[in-house]
């Protein structure tokens, strides 16, 4: 069997549209991994602030520092989903409150194309979330953290775009 | 011998053949029939002139893993051998001559191809004879021809609302003996051969068109020529013509470690490719289309007969004739070179 | 009752070989015959003696102009033959500073649609002798018969909702403009049955797909907004997409790929046509465009512009979803 059509297998979907991967149960002792992409000045800031004002958040979330949300390059997204994520969040500054004036506009016109595009391929919508998360939102980051994860956890692992290796 | 078979035993035959082993056969997909696994007869398209990509697939994968490492301080190995047995039906007398030329590159020599020799012992071959060569289809060129079965273990040629089945070596006649046990019957000798026969010389309209003879030689002194600057303009680089080929067997190896675990794979590489023979350094000896493009149809047309005596590697299956973007395949190059212009 | 791009052919040949002895192009890129007469090859010409290899007829589909790209490092002018289509995909060039205007000298071709081979092929009319255009159709003759072909159901569907007949970027032209009107509205009502199918049918729908990409990467080379001078996917290090067929790999090469020219797709549809696996990879262009023109009110999203989709913002006409 080609390496193609193991993978494909594996996906469960190489038999037809009725039995495909989101039927699978999710493994005894799973647990949500979020991969979390925080602009620098506003979300990872928002995200410090949760922690020094102990609001308590799931710790599902990894949370990678960018200089921008306007870094964020939709690539980055898929390549988690397809290392292990189960869920992403992209997060920067509020419209308008850009360090860099403009990156979070540009990321917003990539992400209002990019979320509806990977919902396209077949990954549930719940699974990228694009949140703008102040560095005064520290509850705000808690929330929608928990939330993410909730969400997450009701879905079951992501296994469309994922590596099987 | 020769023996027959009615369609129904041979869906019977497969089906039961696909309960302990990967069936392989043409099944037709969003419009495209390719040879691909299957899970029992019923998915497996019969009316095919040929498949759009070859057996190839599946003795000489586009990738394959070849071992898993563990470097966590400690340096452990664990070779990953293609174990599985598979059973690949509906073989065209292309692919089955294809699987010959293969053979000597991978198997013939001092060394041979541990996986690919793996996988051709697990794997029998199901040849089924062509009743409606395509108009790119130009086996007959090369000598081959619509009845011929090559590699095969087992040969079926239809012959009205049966099957002729020939057994033609062990494991074929392991398959007639063993699963197949009662499925056929024996045919009258002189019938069947006439069905072999009128197969044989059935017409290939385009392998008529495009004759081969000699051009090993004339290509010896062709490296220079023109000819490759004028016609590789026009090839995109794009990896077609190599990757639906039944014989072309390029391949790259690529190690891939992530925290402390790896896999070292091979995969086929393209000479149409940009970076293909590219060193580290950045030289690369095949720095524009013109060597490239050269590359191929030398390989093809020249090395090969050169170095493994007689036959060329090309089968004539008509694939790239299809399938090449911008018209650029070897049937034209054959015709160009002998000097009936059919390339611009 | 319009012409026909075969009436054009001789008118050519003579430019082209005029252009290339007069030494105002130093090679000319059209087309000329291919494997049969339904399938005619890009073809490049340097000689006035090759000139005559030079075809016009309404087969000619492929998209010239990525080539221009092998010609840039280069001194002199290239000569190309260019439908309304392909002038798009020119202008996609000039636009992203790959191709200069001042090095090609275009012979534009008013199209009024070219005919899909792949449909007419299967007809049995054998070697193609003469194309008429009746109008609202196609008399195609062959050595083996004869059939008038409605062009809405025989020309490429990019040709039935085509609204740029004339090409907007010429030296000269081939015969008069036609009138550019569609035949037909753009239509995605393919997309929208796609988008209202659940996660896991989709997901079962392009895993499909992909699974079957042989990663030839045609798509990728005939693709006239896919002219970065160093490709994402030839680049060992980081390497982005692996070199395996896995199913993971393949849908990180499509998602990539389609990515990559999203806003700046020309629409022009030849990744699809080369496909040699047939993946409809225009559902992918044709997602994005459907949504480029709702979300941003961009009407045309596969005309070139100076400053593209995503490379642009409004601040406060935007949709805002993130809040």
Same mark, same amino acid.
């Given at each position: 069997?080609?390496?193609?059509?193991?993978?494909?297998?594996?996906?469960?979907?190489?038999?037809?549209?009725?039995?495909?991967?989101?039927?699978?149960?999710?493994?005894?002792?799973?647990?949500?991994?979020?991969?979390?992409?925080?602009?620098?000045?506003?979300?990872?800031?928002?995200?410090?602030?949760?922690?020094?004002?102990?609001?308590?958040?799931?710790?599902?979330?990894?949370?990678?520092?960018?200089?921008?949300?306007?870094?964020?390059?939709?690539?980055?997204?898929?390549?988690?989903?397809?290392?292990?994520?189960?869920?992403?969040?992209?997060?920067?500054?509020?419209?308008?409150?850009?360090?860099?004036?403009?990156?979070?506009?540009?990321?917003?016109?990539?992400?209002?194309?990019?979320?509806?595009?990977?919902?396209?391929?077949?990954?549930?919508?719940?699974?990228?979330?694009?949140?703008?998360?102040?560095?005064?939102?520290?509850?705000?980051?808690?929330?929608?953290?928990?939330?993410?994860?909730?969400?997450?956890?009701?879905?079951?692992?992501?296994?469309?775009?994922?590596?099987?290796? | 011998?020769?023996?027959?078979?009615?369609?129904?035993?041979?869906?019977?035959?497969?089906?039961?053949?696909?309960?302990?082993?990967?069936?392989?056969?043409?099944?037709?997909?969003?419009?495209?029939?390719?040879?691909?696994?299957?899970?029992?007869?019923?998915?497996?398209?019969?009316?095919?002139?040929?498949?759009?990509?070859?057996?190839?697939?599946?003795?000489?994968?586009?990738?394959?893993?070849?071992?898993?490492?563990?470097?966590?301080?400690?340096?452990?190995?664990?070779?990953?051998?293609?174990?599985?047995?598979?059973?690949?039906?509906?073989?065209?007398?292309?692919?089955?001559?294809?699987?010959?030329?293969?053979?000597?590159?991978?198997?013939?020599?001092?060394?041979?191809?541990?996986?690919?020799?793996?996988?051709?012992?697990?794997?029998?071959?199901?040849?089924?004879?062509?009743?409606?060569?395509?108009?790119?289809?130009?086996?007959?060129?090369?000598?081959?021809?619509?009845?011929?079965?090559?590699?095969?273990?087992?040969?079926?040629?239809?012959?009205?609302?049966?099957?002729?089945?020939?057994?033609?070596?062990?494991? =074929?006649?392991?398959?007639?003996?063993? #699963?197949?046990?009662?499925? !056929?019957?024996?045919? %009258? $000798? @002189?019938? +069947?051969?006439?069905?072999?026969?009128?197969?044989?010389?059935?017409?290939?309209?385009?392998?008529?068109?495009?004759?081969?003879?000699?051009?090993?030689?004339?290509?010896?002194?062709?490296?220079?020529?023109?000819?490759?600057?004028?016609?590789?303009?026009?090839?995109?680089?794009? =990896?077609?013509?190599?990757?639906?080929? #039944?014989?072309?067997?390029? !391949?790259?190896?690529? %190690? $891939? @470690?992530? +925290?402390?675990?790896?896999?070292?794979?091979?995969?086929?590489?393209?000479?149409?490719?940009?970076?293909?023979?590219?060193?580290?350094?950045?030289?690369?000896?095949?720095?524009?289309?013109?060597?490239?493009?050269?590359?191929?149809?030398?390989?093809?047309?020249?090395?090969?007969?050169?170095?493994?005596?007689?036959?060329?590697?090309?089968?004539?299956?008509?694939?790239?004739?299809?399938?090449?973007?911008?018209?650029?395949?070897?049937?034209?190059?054959?015709?160009?070179?002998?000097?009936?212009?059919?390339?611009? | 009752?319009?012409?026909?791009?075969?009436?054009?052919?001789?008118?050519?040949?003579?430019?082209?070989?005029?252009?290339?002895?007069?030494?105002?192009?130093?090679?000319?890129?059209?087309?000329?015959?291919?494997?049969?007469?339904?399938?005619?090859?890009?073809?490049?010409?340097?000689?006035?003696?090759?000139?005559?290899?030079?075809?016009?007829?309404?087969?000619?589909?492929?998209?010239?102009?990525?080539?221009?790209?092998?010609?840039?490092?280069?001194?002199?002018?290239?000569?190309?033959?260019?439908?309304?289509?392909?002038?798009?995909?020119?202008?996609?060039?000039?636009?992203?500073?790959?191709?200069?205007?001042?090095?090609?000298?275009?012979?534009?071709?008013?199209?009024?649609?070219?005919?899909?081979?792949?449909?007419?092929?299967?007809?049995?009319?054998?070697?193609?002798?003469?194309?008429?255009?009746?109008?609202?159709?196609?008399?195609?003759?062959?050595?083996?018969?004869?059939?008038?072909?409605?062009?809405?159901?025989?020309?490429?569907?990019?040709?039935?909702?085509?609204?740029?007949?004339?090409?907007?970027?010429?030296?000269?032209?081939?015969?008069?403009?036609?009138?550019?009107?569609?035949?037909?509205?753009?239509?995605?009502?393919?997309?929208?049955?796609?988008?209202?199918?659940?996660?896991?049918?989709?997901?079962?729908?392009?895993?499909?797909?992909?699974?079957?990409?042989?990663?030839?990467?045609?798509?990728?080379?005939?693709?006239?907004?896919?002219?970065?001078?160093?490709?994402?996917?030839?680049?060992?290090?980081?390497?982005?997409?692996?070199?395996?067929?896995?199913?993971?790999?393949?849908?990180?090469?499509?998602?990539?790929?389609?990515?990559?020219?999203?806003?700046?797709?020309?629409?022009?549809?030849?990744?699809?046509?080369?496909?040699?696996?047939?993946?409809?990879?225009?559902?992918?262009?044709?997602?994005?465009?459907?949504?480029?023109?709702?979300?941003?009110?961009?009407?045309?999203?596969?005309?070139?512009?100076?400053?593209?989709?995503?490379?642009?913002?409004?601040?406060?006409?935007?949709?805002?979803?993130?809040?």
């Amino acid at each position: 069997m080609s390496v193609n059509e193991k993978a494909a297998q594996a996906a469960g979907a190489a038999t037809g549209p009725s039995t495909v991967a989101a039927a699978t149960p999710a493994p005894e002792g799973w647990e949500p991994k979020i991969i979390g992409f925080a602009c620098n000045w506003c979300t990872y800031a928002g995200a410090d602030l949760a922690g020094t004002s102990r609001i308590q958040y799931p710790p599902n979330i990894r949370v990678i520092r960018v200089p921008c949300s306007g870094r964020i390059n939709p690539q980055f997204v898929v390549r988690a989903f397809q290392r292990g994520a189960d869920g992403v969040l992209v997060a920067g500054c509020h419209p308008g409150d850009c360090h860099y004036s403009t990156g979070n506009y540009f990321a917003r016109r990539r992400y209002l194309l990019a979320t509806r595009f990977i919902e396209y391929l077949g990954v549930e919508p719940e699974r990228l979330e694009v949140r703008w998360i102040s560095g005064s939102e520290g509850q705000k980051f808690a929330d929608t953290v928990r939330e993410l994860t909730e969400k997450i956890r009701a879905l079951g692992p992501q296994r469309r775009l994922r590596e099987t290796l | 011998m020769l023996m027959t078979i009615a369609p129904d035993n041979l869906k019977n035959l497969l089906d039961k053949l696909a309960r302990d082993r990967l069936l392989v056969a043409p099944s037709m997909e969003d419009g495209v029939t390719r040879l691909k696994p299957v899970h029992s007869a019923a998915e497996i398209a019969f009316d095919y002139s040929n498949t759009a990509t070859s057996i190839k697939d599946f003795l000489f994968p586009q990738s394959e893993d070849l071992l898993r490492f563990v470097t966590d301080g400690t340096l452990s190995i664990e070779e990953i051998k293609p174990e599985r047995a598979q059973v690949a039906f509906g073989l065209r007398p292309c692919d089955l001559a294809s699987v010959a030329l293969m053979d000597k590159v991978l198997l013939g020599g001092e060394f041979s191809d541990a996986h690919y020799q793996t996988r051709r012992n697990n794997t029998l071959l199901i040849g089924l004879a062509c009743e409606n060569p395509a108009d790119t289809c130009f086996c007959t060129t090369y000598g081959y021809n619509p009845g011929w079965a090559g590699a095969a273990d087992v040969m079926l040629y239809k012959d009205g609302d049966k099957y002729l089945a020939e057994a033609l070596t062990d494991k =074929g006649r392991e398959l007639v003996g063993g #699963p197949g046990e009662g499925l !056929f019957k024996p045919a %009258d $000798e @002189a019938a +069947g051969e006439a069905v072999k026969k009128a197969y044989a010389e059935k017409d290939v309209p385009f392998g008529k068109e495009v004759d081969v003879q000699g051009i090993d030689k004339i290509l010896d002194g062709f490296f220079y020529d023109q000819y490759w600057d004028d016609i590789s303009k026009k090839c995109i680089g794009c =990896g077609t013509c190599t990757y639906v080929c #039944p014989t072309c067997h390029c !391949f790259l190896l690529t %190690d $891939e @470690a992530r +925290g402390g675990q790896g896999l070292r794979f091979r995969c086929w590489d393209s000479c149409m490719f940009a970076n293909y023979t590219k060193m580290a350094s950045g030289a690369n000896p095949r720095p524009t289309k013109k060597e490239r493009v050269r590359q191929r149809f030398m390989h093809k047309l020249n090395y090969y007969p050169n170095r493994y005596g007689g036959s060329y590697l090309c089968t004539g299956c008509g694939r790239c004739v299809a399938m090449c973007p911008v018209g650029l395949h070897i049937a034209g190059v054959i015709k160009d070179v002998k000097g009936v212009k059919a390339h611009a | 009752m319009s012409a026909i791009f075969t009436d054009h052919q001789a008118a050519l040949r003579d430019e082209v070989r005029k252009l290339l002895t007069d030494g105002t192009i130093k090679g000319f890129i059209g087309y000329a015959r291919g494997r049969d007469s339904y399938h005619p090859a890009p073809a490049i010409v340097t000689r006035p003696d090759q000139v005559d290899g030079l075809i016009l007829d309404q087969f000619c589909i492929f998209g010239l102009t990525k080539y221009l790209l092998d010609y840039i490092f280069e001194d002199g002018k290239m000569g190309i033959v260019a439908k309304g289509c392909d002038s798009l995909a020119l202008q996609r060039l000039i636009t992203d500073h790959r191709v200069s205007r001042d090095k090609v000298h275009v012979i534009g071709l008013p199209c009024a649609g070219v005919i899909n081979a792949e449909k007419v092929a299967q007809l049995g009319l054998g070697n193609v002798q003469k194309v008429t255009d009746k109008g609202a159709s196609f008399l195609v003759e062959g050595d083996k018969g004869s059939r008038e072909l409605a062009k809405t159901e025989y020309l490429w569907d990019k040709c039935l909702w085509c609204e740029h007949h004339n090409p907007a970027v010429a030296d000269s032209k081939l015969g008069p403009e036609v009138e550019n009107v569609a035949m037909k509205p753009r239509d995605y009502s393919d997309i929208e049955a796609m988008e209202n199918l659940p996660p896991a049918e989709k997901a079962a729908y392009w895993t499909r797909q992909f699974s079957r990409c042989i990663r030839c990467y045609a798509c990728r080379n005939v693709c006239p907004a896919c002219n970065c001078r160093e490709c994402v996917f030839d680049i060992a290090d980081p390497r982005w997409v692996g070199n395996t067929v896995k199913l993971s790999e393949q849908q990180m090469f499509h998602f990539t790929r389609a990515w990559h020219v999203a806003g700046r797709c020309v629409d022009c549809g030849e990744c699809e046509r080369v496909c040699p696996m047939e993946l409809p990879l225009m559902k992918l262009q044709h997602k994005l465009q459907k949504d480029i023109v709702k979300l941003f009110g961009n009407p045309k999203p596969f005309e070139p512009s100076e400053v593209e989709v995503l490379g642009q913002f409004r601040a406060t006409e935007d949709p805002e979803e993130f809040m």
